[in-house]
């Protein structure tokens, strides 16, 4: 039977700033078929770049405003709202302000694989 267990923080977390929710549980490294990051900026206008994933992603926002782009679709999010990123679509998301963005991106992958693309947008 498996066990429960706990990852603290500190196995976790990403950067010297402990007040942000920054870093990745990769799923192969701790049993599992689903990696989570987790993602936090206060710089508004900043977040993931246009990327896709051979699988789907959930993003879950914990606190703030985002705008996501997931292929042609624009969709704006709050704290509490889930978005669904099917797989093998371009998307990205950046902070709307005001204040912090937070979320816990959920990658259905025992392993954190992201293809970077050039941003149509900026093309």
Request: negative net charge.
């Amino acid at each position: 039977m498996a066990q429960a267990r706990i990852i603290p923080r500190d196995h976790w977390r990403d950067g010297a700033d402990a007040s942000l929710w920054k870093g990745r549980i990769e799923g192969v490294d701790v049993g599992t078929d689903t990696t989570v990051l987790f993602y936090a900026t206060d710089k508004i206008g900043t977040g993931p770049r246009w990327h896709v994933h051979d699988y789907d992603e959930i993003f879950i926002l914990t606190e703030g405003r985002a705008l996501f782009t997931v292929g042609d679709q624009k969709i704006e999010a709050q704290a509490g709202d889930v978005v669904i990123g099917p797989a093998h679509v371009p998307h990205k998301y950046h902070n709307l302000g005001p204040g912090r963005l937070t979320s816990i991106d959920i990658h259905c992958s025992a392993r954190w694989v992201q293809t970077d693309l050039d941003d149509p947008e900026f093309a």
